[in-house]
């Protein structure tokens, strides 16, 4: 459980989707030696990234589980519409606008938004003003030709 707040970071899309930046930063994530949730309000987000985590690359796969699926908890990457942290992440991923709920015991949250979405935009936008009102320490990364570069 981390002591610290958690850090909030928002991550903005511009040069790939959600499928091509996702599993490079949770692959980072178990780097570290943490585990994530993956929060989505859309069950067919779960399905389909269910099913992309296991063969985005032809060389390796993410280890994950739907959080519904028996043994999830022994997961290092649950995938979820739900508010629980059943195996014990220490990084919180919110995709197509999900909120952030409690953020106690998360080291980190992030929230990953398409540049080109306006809905999402304004979504990220509403979420930035809520989680900074709270105290917590937030952060904006855009991404660049070179990779993620922080903006503020």
Same mark, same amino acid.
């Given at each position: +459980?981390a002591?610290?707040?958690?850090?909030?970071w928002?991550?903005?899309?511009?040069r790939?989707?959600?499928?091509?930046?996702?599993?490079?930063?949770?692959?980072?994530?178990?780097?570290?030696?943490w585990?994530?949730?993956?929060?989505t309000?859309?069950p067919e987000?779960?399905?389909h990234?269910?099913?992309?985590?296991?063969?985005?690359r032809? !060389?390796s796969?993410l280890?994950h589980?739907?959080?519904?699926?028996?043994?999830?908890? *022994?997961?290092?990457?649950?995938?979820?519409?739900?508010?629980?942290?059943?195996?014990?992440? !220490?990084?919180?991923? #919110?995709?197509?606008?999900?909120e952030?709920?409690?953020?106690?015991?998360?080291a *980190?949250?992030?929230? #990953?938004?398409?540049?080109?979405?306006?809905a999402?935009?304004? +979504?990220? *936008?509403a979420?930035w003003? *809520?989680?900074?009102a709270?105290?917590?320490?937030?952060?904006?990364?855009?991404?660049?030709?070179?990779?993620?570069?922080?903006?503020?």
């Amino acid at each position: +459980m981390a002591e610290n707040p958690c850090e909030v970071w928002f991550y903005h899309l511009e040069r790939t989707g959600l499928d091509q930046a996702l599993p490079e930063l949770l692959e980072k994530t178990l780097q570290r030696g943490w585990r994530a949730v993956v929060r989505t309000p859309a069950p067919e987000r779960v399905e389909h990234l269910d099913g992309w985590l296991w063969s985005y690359r032809e !060389d390796s796969f993410l280890p994950h589980a739907p959080a519904e699926e028996p043994g999830a908890a *022994r997961q290092p990457v649950l995938l979820t519409t739900g508010f629980e942290n059943p195996n014990d992440a !220490d990084a919180l991923f #919110l995709v197509d606008g999900a909120e952030p709920g409690d953020l106690a015991g998360y080291a *980190r949250c992030v929230v #990953l938004f398409d540049g080109a979405d306006e809905a999402q935009l304004a +979504m990220a *936008r509403a979420q930035w003003s *809520r989680i900074k009102a709270t105290g917590l320490p937030v952060s904006y990364w855009k991404q660049q030709a070179r990779g993620w570069e922080k903006q503020a």
